[in-house]
Every structure is written in C-alpha cells, then in structure tokens.
T-cell receptor
Framework: QKEVEQNSGPLSVPEGAIASLNCTYSDRGSQSFFWYRQYSGKSPELIMFIYSNGDKEDGRFTAQLNKASQYVSLLIRDSQPSDSATYLCAVNPPNAGNMLTFGGGTRLMVKP | DAGVTQSPTHLIKTRGQHVTLRCSPISGHKSVSWYQQVLGQGPQFIFQYYEKEERGRGNFPDRFSARQFPNYSSELNVNALLLGDSALYLC??????????????????FGQGTRLTVV
C-alpha cells in the first residue's frame, strides 16, 4: 500500500464546475497536509495546507481533512481552464521533520 | 523578495559522471530539503537540512549526498550517475524544522528545479 494515494486521472470538468480531488494516507499519526499545483514542466506550487479536521477555505479553494478516515480533499469552485494542472497531495508524517510524502498526483483538465 | 533559487536549470551529464546542484532558500528560511521527481510521479524525499545539520534522509543510495552552508544555501551531489538518475531535482525551503514529538509544522516552498538528463 502506498503511503499517499491519489487517482492519477485525468479528471475532466467543464469550465465553471466544481473539481473535487481526493487523497488518502496510511500513517494515522500524520498531522500536516498540503496541496500543491504543478503545471507541466514546472515545479510544485503550494496552494493550500490544513492541519485540523474540517474545512479550510481560501478563495476558490477548499481543503477538507478527515483524520479518522485518513482522507484529504481539495475542492476547486468555478474551475477555470488555467486550473488545468497536476495536483499533488503531500503529507508530513509524524517524527519526520519537514519531510513530505507525496502522492502521484491527479491531472485535472478544465474544458472551456 | 526572491523565492527559492536553484542552479543550473538544466543539465546534461554522461553516465558515471558527478553532478552538483545548488539551492538558495528564501531569505530567513533555515531548512532546505531536496526531492527527486521522475516524470509522471510525485516528488520523492532525498534529504533535509536544518541549521547545517542533516535532519532526514530518504531511501536513496550513498551516491547521493548533500550539505548546507552557514548562509543556509545547500548543495546536492550525485556521484557515478546512472540513466535512472534523470529527473527533476527540487529544492524546498521552509522557515524551520518541526521538532520530534511536537505538533506544529511549516510549509515548504519549491524552487524552479534542476532538470538533469543522464545520457
């Protein structure tokens, strides 16, 4: 079992729709969770982080964390073609300093 | 403010050669981590340095080494390059390292990466 799992996609949504990206992790003691966006040929860009159970909203982005289910999600409202990218879920395992364990990423395609 | 800077941006090396990649963190950040990203996969952790000390090491062979300098910049060295070392090498900068057993954490910001091609 991979430590952080994501559906590789592609996830295709029409412009203006809500895109829902999901991630599960195996280490129950993990405390910190991050979403990165990576455009083709570029480096990952941090877009959201969440440490507590529940929802965290930032503009069109909402991160959701459920530690009991070991599940993290990212919702993108009013999806735009410019949101088309690979979204990487990253988890900071316990007692691991700043090390991040990444999922393989989900490719999102927003169609005009 | 300058973000994380990495050099060079692209590099082509021959099998068996040695390579040195460089990273300058965001001003004020004392923690630097290195990741390897193979095409189509998520980044894999290689090393973390904080205050010039190694704080973590991923599952990479001893051909990989790194160090952090007094100004918090860092170098990643790879010896005896293999074709499989071809990847995007990413440096991440963080404000501080999380202590063992503590609950706080910090966000990591990536540089633009160094694209290494081994031929």
């Amino acid at each position: 079992q991979k430590e952080v799992e994501q559906n590789s996609g592609p996830l295709s949504v029409p412009e203006g729709a809500i895109a829902s990206l999901n991630c599960t992790y195996s280490d129950r003691g993990s405390q910190s969770f991050f979403w990165y966006r990576q455009y083709s040929g570029k480096s990952p860009e941090l877009i959201m982080f969440i440490y507590s159970n529940g929802d965290k909203e930032d503009g069109r982005f909402t991160a959701q964390l459920n530690k009991a289910s070991q599940y993290v999600s990212l919702l993108i409202r009013d999806s735009q073609p410019s949101d088309s990218a690979t979204y990487l879920c990253a988890v900071n395992p316990p007692n691991a300093g700043n090390m991040l364990t990444f999922g393989g990423g989900t490719r999102l395609m927003v169609k005009p | 403010d300058a973000g994380v800077t990495q050099s060079p941006t692209h590099l082509i090396k021959t099998r068996g050669q040695h390579v040195t990649l460089r990273c300058s963190p965001i001003s004020g950040h004392k923690s630097v981590s290195w990741y390897q990203q193979v095409l189509g996969q998520g980044p894999q952790f290689i090393f973390q340095y904080y205050e010039k000390e190694e704080r973590g090491r991923g599952n990479f062979p001893d051909r990989f080494s790194a160090r952090q300098f007094p100004n918090y910049s860092s170098e990643l060295n790879v010896n005896a390059l293999l074709l499989g070392d071809s990847a995007l090498y990413l440096c991440a900068s963080s404000l501080r390292s999380r202590d063992r057993g503590n609950s706080w954490s910090t966000e990591a910001f990536f540089g633009q990466g160094t694209r290494l091609t081994v031929v």
